[in-house]
């Protein structure tokens, strides 16, 4: 299992051992080891940059990653993780810089971020974002709303950031819960624990501003990304964890 992180223009890259559910039920932080970081490049190319951005990162399974360009306008582009990416790197300067492969483009087909809910307010950002299925997939949320506002949390879109292709934005149950509880990281679920876990892949949020309409800690749901555009909504979810206004605490988990 790949983790991909970013802090500013940096990407650091570890990995988690993998095994059986009966003998890893949990990933434990020994588990993950140090493989390096890099930096990506500067001025770029698409219709936004790298300045305040680093977040929502996928890892493309092909030595690539797609990240969230700057902040103002939520475009994503696709950078290569370069060779000689060594743990023995302690300063910026040190890093190998990747290539950017794909420009930055908008995500959402023609359509405006706040088409999921409540035109024109608050800020819209993706949360999240998975490669699936041969389809980007992804997560938004407002980062400032009031509950009930926001209708609906997830896109796809090709793997071809600037063919302007997707669809969305989706719903996903259950709707007894604001959107603002899925719309942001993405998992995929390894496959000897898909049937556990109830679907394969993952998705959650937490923690935004107007807490009430969002989770007060960690949340996962389990979900298929092949169902996003085919079947009807909302798109079935196996709700895993979550915290709700009544159950704040670890021993209200659901």
């Known amino acids: 299992m790949r983790h991909i992180l970013a802090a500013s223009t940096a990407v650091a890259i570890a990995f988690a051992t993998a095994g059986a ?7 434990q932080p020994g588990q993950l080891v140090w493989d390096g970081a ?8 698409g219709n936004s940059t790298v300045g305040y951005s680093g977040w929502a990162l996928a890892y493309t399974g092909n030595n690539s990653v797609y990240m969230v360009g700057h902040d103002y306008q939520q475009s994503v582009g696709e950078f290569s993780i370069p060779a000689g990416i060594s743990s023995g790197n302690t300063t910026l300067a040190q890093l190998p810089t990747s290539a950017q492969m794909q420009p930055f483009a908008s995500m959402t087909h023609g359509l405006a971020m706040d088409a999921i809910g409540q035109s024109g307010s608050g800020v819209y950002r993706w949360g999240g974002m998975l490669v699936y299925g041969g389809r980007l997939i992804l997560g938004e949320y407002n980062s400032y709303t009031t509950p009930g506002s926001i209708q609906k949390s997830h896109w796809t879109h090709s793997l071809t950031t600037s063919d302007n292709t997707g ?3 989706f719903r996903l149950a259950p709707t007894t819960l604001d959107p603002a509880f899925m719309g942001g990281y993405m998992a995929s679920v390894p496959s000897v624990w898909q049937s556990l876990l109830g679907g394969p892949a993952l998705t959650g949020q ?11 800690g960690p949340s996962a749901f389990a979900f298929d990304p092949a169902k996003l555009g085919v079947a009807a909504e909302p798109i079935p979810t196996t709700p895993l964890v979550y915290y709700d206004e009544a159950h704040k605490q670890p021993d209200g988990c659901l």
Do not use: A, D, E, M
């Open 21 to 27: 559910q009966s003998t890893l039920p949990l990933v």
């Open 38 to 45: 890099f930096r990506v490049p500067y001025p770029n190319t």
């Open 167 to 169: 669809t969305g934005p």
């Open 206 to 216: 937490c923690c935004q501003s107007i807490i009430t309409r969002t989770s007060f």
